[in-house]
C-alpha cells in the first residue's frame, strides 16, 4: 500500500471517520457527541451505530444533528458486528472508535494527531490512553511499541485505523471479547504499519472487569494465537496467559472459600 496516498478533505486534510456504538446509554452518548464537536480539526465524519435504544437516544441525536453525519438504530450480533457495520458505513480515510461516554483527551487531539504524521500515513496510528478508575481517578495507561503480543498493546479507542484495512480485515464476530485483538494481530502479520504516538488520545471509564469476563477474554486471545502464530511464537506467548488464567480462577475459588466461613 502507498502509504502516501490518501483522501482528502477541508484544505488537504484526511477524513476522520468518528464510529461511535451504543444501546441505551443516551447521557454516555451525549458526553462523546460533545468531546467530537468540541475537536477543533476540519474534517470529522461521525457516524452513530445504535442497536435499537429504547431511552432518550433519539432526542440525544436530535440534539447533536449538527455533528452526526450517519447514523443507524437497529438491533445487532455484538459489539463487533456494531462496529463493522459502522466501518461500511464510513467514508473516512481513518476510523476511531470511540464508544458511548469515551472522550478525546483534548481539544486538539485529532489536530495534533494529525500534524505529527507530517504527510506520512501509516495503517494504525496510536498512543496512549487515559483511564478513570472506579474511585473517580485517572491514571495514564502508556502504549507500547508495535510488536507480536499475547495481548492489546494499545487501547482500541486510542487508535486511527485506515478504513481501507478495516474494510479489508473486518472484526471477527465469533471473539466477542477479541476480536480487535485478532484484528491487529492479522494487521500485523500483513506487514502493516503502525505508528505509537507519545500523548494520550482519549479518555474512558473503566469500573473493572469481573474475573469471569476476564477469563473468557484471555480464553479467546488463547484461541486467537493457537488460530494465527506458528509454534515458535505459541511457545512464547501462551504460556503467560494459561498463568493468568489459573490465577484468576484460584483467586475465586479462595474468595468463594472465604464467603463461605
Known amino acids: 500500500m502507498d502509504t502516501n496516498k490518501i483522501n482528502k478533505g477541508i484544505d488537504s486534510h484526511p477524513i476522520i471517520s468518528v464510529i461511535t456504538v451504543c444501546l441505551n446509554a443516551a447521557s454516555m452518548l451525549e458526553k462523546t457527541l460533545k468531546s467530537i464537536e468540541e475537536q477543533d480539526y476540519p474534517c470529522i465524519e461521525t457516524v452513530i451505530v445504535d442497536g435499537g435504544s429504547t431511552d432518550l437516544t433519539p432526542q440525544v441525536l436530535a440534539r447533536y444533528a449538527s455533528v452526526v453525519s450517519k447514523s443507524v438504530s437497529e438491533k445487532d450480533r455484538g459489539i463487533f458486528d456494531a462496529m463493522n457495520k459502522g466501518v461500511r458505513m464510513a467514508s473516512g480515510d481513518y476510523c476511531i472508535f470511540m464508544n458511548a461516554g469515551d472522550t478525546f483527551a483534548a481539544k486538539d487531539t485529532v489536530t495534533a494527531v494529525i500534524n505529527l ?145
Open 117 to 261: 504524521l507530517d504527510g506520512t500515513f501509516p495503517d494504525v496510528v496510536y498512543g496512549s490512553v487515559i483511564k478513570k478508575k472506579s474511585d473517580g481517578t485517572f491514571f495514564v495507561k502508556e502504549a507500547e511499541m508495535p510488536h507480536n503480543a499475547h495481548r492489546m498493546f494499545f487501547c482500541h479507542q486510542s487508535a486511527f485505523i485506515r478504513t481501507s484495512c478495516l474494510k479489508d480485515y473486518a472484526y471477527d464476530i465469533r471473539y466477542s471479547m477479541s476480536a480487535d485483538f485478532k484484528l491487529f494481530k492479522i494487521l500485523w502479520k500483513e506487514n502493516k504499519t503502525f505508528r505509537k504516538l507519545e500523548f494520550p488520545i482519549a479518555v474512558f471509564d473503566t469500573n473493572g472487569v469481573s474475573n469471569v469476563n476476564r477469563v473468557e477474554g484471555i480464553k479467546q486471545n488463547i484461541a486467537i494465537i493457537k488460530e494465527l502464530d506458528n509454534i515458535s511464537d505459541r511457545l512464547k506467548l501462551l504460556p503467560r496467559l494459561y498463568f493468568v488464567v489459573s490465577m484468576l480462577r484460584l483467586r475465586k475459588f479462595f474468595k468463594a472459600l472465604h464467603g463461605k466461613s
